[in-house]
Nanobody
Framework: VQLVESGGGMVQPGGSVRLSCAAS??????????MGWYRQAPGKERELVAA??????????WYADSVKGRFTISRDNAESALYLGMNNLKTEDTAVYYC????????????????????WGQGTQVTVSS
């Protein structure tokens, strides 16, 4: 199983970025897994940004309060890809962003618990600065 994030970089406050996560090693079953985006800023704990279950076209989503209305999680099951659209970025969004795969027993009751995810990407840096 491999998750590879891309799309990070430096952006000015108010700007937009779209992160991608390419999954491999379980592509035939990608659509059966919940997926999530986490982030970790220097000196802070890793925190959930957004999660999406395996509900197909009616997949449920969850967001951290700090990003609601600004970030959008989406997935393309045919391409085994996960995305995070980030708009109106703020300096406090600066962090390393990680893609994560939910465990087979993933439950929405634990969507924001890191232990609910069993594979992680290497992360991509997003820096919001003027």
């Amino acid at each position: 199983v491999q998750l590879v994030e891309s799309g990070g970089g430096m952006v000015q406050p108010g700007g937009s970025v779209r992160l991608s996560c390419a999954a491999s090693g379980f592509t035939f079953a990608f659509q059966t897994y919940a997926m999530g985006w986490y982030r970790q800023a220097p000196g802070k704990e890793r925190e959930l940004v957004a999660a999406m279950d395996n509900g197909g076209n009616s997949a449920a989503t969850w967001y951290a309060d700090s990003v609601k209305g600004r970030f959008t999680i989406s997935r393309d099951n045919a391409e085994s890809a996960l995305y995070l659209g980030m708009n109106n970025l703020k300096t406090e969004d600066t962090a390393v962003y990680y893609c994560a795969r939910g465990r087979p027993e993933w439950s929405d009751a634990f969507y924001n618990t890191p232990r609910a995810y069993d594979h992680w990407g290497q992360g991509t840096q997003v820096t919001v600065s003027s």
